[in-house]
């Protein structure tokens, strides 16, 4: 009964090692992959396929106008249902 304790111990020191080894590997590459993409230099997707790329301002009065009357529509469609 003692043997088959130790021979169980023995195999969960032996599971926890590999997977302590086995999470260390895999945060040292994530590192590794993190510094290497972060000095490259990002382009967004949309300029990739020759979409514009989307801007960051704020809508004009034209867009935000369309806005308004398709909210309306669709809030009195569905008031009216």
Do not use: W
């Not at 040292?28 to 300029?47: K, Q």
């Not at 989307?54 to 469609?77: E, F, G, L, W």
Request: proline share 4%; with cysteine.
């Amino acid at each position: 009964m003692g043997d088959m304790l130790a021979n169980a111990g023995m195999l969960m020191v032996i599971g926890m090692l590999t997977v302590v080894s086995f999470l260390a590997v895999l945060t040292f590459c994530v590192m590794a992959l993190t510094r290497l993409t972060a000095e490259s230099e990002v382009v967004p997707s949309a300029s990739r396929h020759g979409l514009p790329a989307v801007s960051n301002t704020h809508p004009d009065a034209a867009q935000m106008a369309a806005i308004a009357t398709a909210v309306a529509k669709y809030r009195n469609s569905r008031h009216s249902s």
